[in-house]
């Protein structure tokens, strides 16, 4: 009878922590977007037309316009390529939301664990064609709490990548980096 009522008091004990464990995080199982293939196509393409990029450094010190030409995308845009929503491990963990404005199609993706890298990303696509996205990362832990926006508008080539970042380590940074892609007319 003993061996009895343990074994009814660890059965117990297993159903009521099994109760307390979390359940699924409750995301969209869809396909997210490559936007880092996204990226690469645009350096892809950017590289072969080798025109030129104005480049505003904003930070609280101060402000620099640069003009580059050629330009060298892949580093323009490494802290693009940090970053993989589409990876196979992410599936599942984000809620999707759409709107319809026109030809133009809106997909938020909005994470549902507060540990993911990419918090929220914004995709819009005209008729079916990616034309811009947005990744929203942010970090909270004991070492640093880091924000960042990173947008890239495939159809006009600007791009946008601020940062906000905080650390009992280091000296905070805030940097607000602007690019624009520049006709070829606009170099010569």
Same mark, same amino acid.
């Given at each position: 009878m003993k061996n009895i009522g343990i074994s009814m008091f660890f059965a117990g004990l297993f159903l009521a922590l099994a109760g307390c464990r979390q359940g699924a995080p409750g995301g969209d199982a869809v396909t997210y977007p490559?936007?880092?293939?996204?990226?690469?196509?645009?350096?892809?393409?950017?590289?072969?037309q080798q025109g030129?990029?104005?480049?505003?450094?904003?930070?609280?010190?101060?402000?620099?316009?640069?003009?580059?030409?050629?330009?060298n995308w892949t580093a323009e845009l490494a802290a693009f390529q940090a970053y993989d929503l589409a990876h196979p491990v992410l599936k599942g963990l984000y809620r999707v939301d759409s709107t319809v404005s026109g030809n133009r199609v809106r997909l938020r993706y909005?994470?549902?664990?507060?540990?993911?890298?990419i918090q929220q990303a914004v995709l819009v696509k005209e008729q079916n064609r990616p034309v811009w996205f947005a990744l929203y990362d942010s970090?909270?832990?004991v070492m640093y709490n880091s924000n960042k926006l990173l947008s890239l508008h495939l159809d006009s080539g600007?791009?946008?990548?601020? #940062? =906000?970042? /905080?650390?009992?380590?280091?000296?905070?940074?805030?940097?607000? #980096? =602007?690019? /624009?892609?520049?006709?070829s007319s606009s170099t010569k």
């Open positions: 490559d936007v880092k293939a996204l990226t690469e196509q645009f350096i892809a393409v950017q590289t072969r030129a990029l104005q480049k505003i450094i904003r930070s609280p010190a101060s402000v620099d316009t640069v003009t580059l030409s050629p330009v909005r994470a549902t664990k507060d540990d993911l890298a970090t909270d832990n600007r791009y946008r990548i601020q #940062i =906000r970042q /905080q650390s009992w380590l280091f000296k905070p940074l805030v940097q607000d #980096i =602007r690019g /624009q892609l520049l006709d």
